[in-house]
């Protein structure tokens, strides 16, 4: 049963995204099948990231117990300027927490639907921007642990957003732009104690995705609204399946959720991607 849960797709950066999903228990080339019809079906029920299974989630993709009680839904997980472990200060699991928080961190500019700033830690870099359909990115700076990295955010994000307009960044490629020039512009208001932390490393990675359509009228499919998807897969971006007839699906959303997956062969042989 479990082998049939969503999880978020792997990635790996080459000439353009190579995506694999896990279904049953074997790693499925998402690239592969672009241009195939796959059928996604709903079984009614999702797992919890502690195992317990529900007909639906309670709030945040958790059960009730795990979003009040679990390190890994509290306040600072989405906030990160309110990290407290680099205190030495316990929010929920002090000893999770250190783990998780006292890592190095990046806080990045990046050009998916416009400029947008961002943190993740260092080992997850690429793979971040991956997932949010960046098309350009770069680092800022490099912190020591997750509450630098939240409290320069938060003084640059008063100049550009922190987040993704999703539609936006499903309807086409952005222009690129000089992120070098941005992120020289945008560095004057990194806080005075963390200016030491702005990043030397001007490298700006570029992120190309196997996609051969995108979408006019975006329409977002949901597993709780129909239980059963059946499309052709014209392209992927991010963490999103863009099927025919303008239809796109979140992969990230429906982690948790148990499904039947099957597909058939290609409509439309193609060596692009």
């Not at 949010?132 to 020591?144: K, N, R």
């Amino acid at each position: 049963m479990h082998s049939n849960v969503i999880k978020k797709m792997d990635t790996s950066l080459k000439e353009f995204v190579e995506y694999k999903m896990q279904i049953h228990n074997e790693d499925i080339s998402m690239n592969d099948l672009i241009e195939s019809k796959i059928t996604i079906n709903w079984r009614g029920k999702v797992i919890c990231q502690c195992g317990r299974e529900m007909k639906k989630f309670y709030r945040s993709g958790f059960c009730y117990t795990c979003f009040w009680e679990s390190p890994k839904a509290s306040q600072s997980i989405f906030k990160p300027e309110l990290c407290t472990a680099h205190l030495n200060i316990e929010e929920r699991d002090l000893s999770w927490e250190k783990k998780f928080q006292l890592a190095p961190h990046y806080v990045y500019l990046a050009n998916s639907s416009g400029i947008k700033v961002g943190i993740t830690r260092k080992t997850q870099g690429i793979t971040r921007w991956m997932d949010q359909g960046a098309s350009q990115a770069i680092i800022l700076a490099e912190v020591p642990n997750r509450r630098f990295s939240g409290d320069i955010e938060v003084a640059i994000k008063a100049h550009v957003s922190d987040k993704t307009n999703w539609r936006k960044m499903l309807s086409a490629e952005p222009e690129n732009v000089n992120l070098q020039e941005i992120k020289k512009e945008l560095s004057s208001y990194v806080p005075t104690d963390l200016q030491g932390y702005i990043s030397n490393d001007n490298t700006v990675t570029h992120i190309k995705y196997p996609v051969y359509q995108y979408p006019k009228k975006i329409k977002s499919l949901k597993l709780e609204k129909n239980n059963e998807i059946s499309a052709v897969l014209k392209g992927i971006k991010g963490q999103y399946l863009i099927f025919d007839n303008d239809q796109v699906f979140n992969v990230r959303a429906h982690e948790g959720f148990v499904v039947d997956f099957s597909y058939s062969n290609k409509s439309l042989q193609s060596t692009l991607f």
